[in-house]
């Protein structure tokens, strides 16, 4: 249950680091599983944006903000080679505001 004046905040893996990680068709949408570097076992879909954004707009959202994050340029004294790839490609997630669509009762 969302408040009338509330938000829904949520993130995903960036679509088009999913496809640049894994390859194939963009627009298939598919599932993953996969095992992180810290061993975790995970299993995902993948889907272009477009379905992302479709399924909210019928749930009665309206897209308030996307969001790419990025590193802080501090965190290239970290780690280089890493910074320099994830400020050019998009490997991490995305973040989306959503509210309710007023037209939509």
Not at 43 to 68: K, S
Not at 86 to 104: E, H, I, N, S, Y
Request: hydrophobic share 40%; with cysteine.
């Amino acid at each position: 249950m969302l408040r009338p004046d509330g938000a829904l905040v949520l993130s995903r893996l960036h679509p088009t680091g999913d496809w640049l990680r894994h390859g194939g068709n963009y627009f298939d949408v598919r599932l993953v599983e996969e095992t992180f570097r810290q061993g975790w076992q995970v299993r995902y879909w993948l889907a272009p944006l477009e379905q992302t954004c479709e399924e909210l707009r019928a749930a009665g959202f309206l897209i308030e903000r996307l969001v790419e994050p990025r590193p802080l340029p501090e965190a290239e004294r970290v780690d280089p080679v890493r910074y320099e790839r994830v400020t050019q490609q998009p490997k991490g997630f995305l973040a989306l505001r959503v509210v309710p669509d007023p037209r939509v009762s």
